[in-house]
């Protein structure tokens, strides 16, 4: 079993910066992707930014503001979020893609999420 723990959410002002962390644990092998994901009230959850082995995406929507980045050492991947706007106001979840042996069918994780709040 995978746990993924999230940290960093919050509440700022638009035009603010915030940085959010998540980090994997438990039966990891091997992690073959990390992202962060969205959802807001009423919403269906979107991808927001997702690392694949050095790989990256984002959505159109917050490309050059957020930056995604991985610290394969520890297991643990970031979301710098700069030039926030109110719409960018949601839960953010993190997932992780990981074997936790060669051999295993890859899984996915999902965090429990960290709300962002960006007031106007």
């Known amino acids: 079993q995978v746990q993924v723990v999230e940290s960093g959410g919050g509440l700022v002002q638009s035009g603010g910066s915030l940085r959010l962390s998540c980090a994997a644990s438990?039966?990891?092998?091997?992690?073959?992707?990390m992202g962060w994901y969205r959802q807001a009230p009423g919403k269906q959850r979107e991808l927001v930014a997702v690392?694949?082995?050095?790989?990256?995406n984002y959505a159109d929507s917050v490309k050059d503001r957020f930056t995604i980045a991985r610290d394969n050492a520890k297991n643990t991947v970031y979301l710098q979020m700069n030039s926030l706007k109110p719409e960018d106001t949601a839960v953010y979840y993190c997932?992780?893609?990981?074997?936790?042996?060669?051999?295993?069918?890859?899984?996915?994780?999902w965090g429990q999420g960290t709300q962002v709040t960006v007031s106007s």
């Open positions: 997932q992780v893609g990981s074997k936790r042996d060669p051999y295993s069918i890859p899984t996915i994780s």
């Open positions: 438990g039966s990891i092998f091997s992690i073959y992707a």
């Open positions: 690392d694949r082995g050095g790989n990256t």
